[in-house]
């Protein structure tokens, strides 16, 4: 069992983890609110979109900006401030840290040094959407956002493929005609799926059929705002044996992911994983470095 060893527990500050709401302002809990006005310090995945937030629920604490672009700078200075005793909320701009947000390094590195880490329940739009699809709703895999190039895409859907949970995927409304299609190229057009958008917003709406219906659909029509795809699982999984491609040299089984239509970068992603190795090492292998 881990313990605060290296602080006195009441010197050191608390992190907490504060969801926002995904759209509707009256999600915002009352715990959530007293814990943004009682902290010393909110850092905010975007201070400017935050602002917004705590200027509705009149709360005046500061901010500091914590992102994926200053993670590494960021961390040491959070740390600080709480080894110092000061209490700290982190928030993304919308639903649960760490879930597709940022958050999840902050999170480790305080555990790692004793710092404790108190989680605030709220909004995430994966189970709202959930619950509501009409998909089995348990199990269910959470994905998130999946890679943006194509082959990425394919290599990764193809390790979901057999997966008998419903699938909980995000996707931005610009890349969603690209996504549809390569989960239809992958998965089947029979597929059901079910799409989500602009969740608890005044315009949300839930959209049913299989793959290749959403598919064709989204081609013709303009989509605005944040998506949440839903896939069922598959009935009819096949059954996941040994094969002659684990048997291969590693270089071999990429060279035979890349004639089966990935990029050598794609590929060789694919066969590490598949292998339980770092793709950096295969990489290198690959390339003769």
Not at 89 to 97: E, N, R
Not at 217 to 229: I, K, L, N, S
């Amino acid at each position: 069992m881990q313990q605060i060893s290296s602080f006195n527990k009441q010197q050191v500050g608390h992190l907490y983890l504060v969801p926002t709401p995904i759209g509707n302002l009256d999600d915002m809990t009352f715990r959530a609110i007293k814990t943004l006005r009682s902290v010393d310090l909110i850092a905010a995945e975007d201070t400017r979109h935050t602002q917004q937030l705590l200027n509705h629920f009149e709360i005046d604490t500061r901010q500091i900006s914590f992102h994926e672009h200053n993670t590494e700078q960021r961390i040491p200075e959070l740390l600080a401030k709480l080894q110092d005793g000061l209490d700290i909320a982190q928030c993304s701009d919308a639903g649960m840290p760490s879930i597709s947000d940022p958050g999840r390094e902050l999170v480790a590195a305080a555990v790692q040094v004793g710092i404790p880490v108190v989680p605030l329940p709220g909004a995430n739009a994966g189970l709202t959407a959930l619950i509501a699809s009409g998909l089995v709703p348990q199990p269910f895999y959470f994905y998130g956002f999946l890679e943006r190039k194509h082959q990425q895409q394919v290599a990764a859907l193809q390790e979901l493929q057999n997966r008998t949970e419903t699938m909980i995927f995000y996707e931005a409304p610009h890349r969603l005609k690209k996504t549809l299609a390569t989960m239809a190229e992958v998965f089947g057009d029979d597929r059901p799926a079910v799409l989500a958008r602009e969740l608890t917003k005044r315009y949300e709406e839930f959209s049913r059929g299989n793959l290749g219906e959403l598919r064709d659909w989204f081609t013709d029509h303009q989509t605005r705002g944040e998506f949440v795809v839903l896939v069922a699982g598959n009935p009819k999984p096949q059954a996941v044996t040994e094969n002659d491609d684990q048997d291969l040299p590693l270089t071999k089984q990429v060279d035979k992911e890349i004639i089966g239509g990935l990029s050598t970068n794609a590929a060789i992603k694919l066969v590490a994983k598949r292998n339980h190795i770092r793709r950096q090492e295969l990489y290198k292998q690959y390339h003769n470095l």
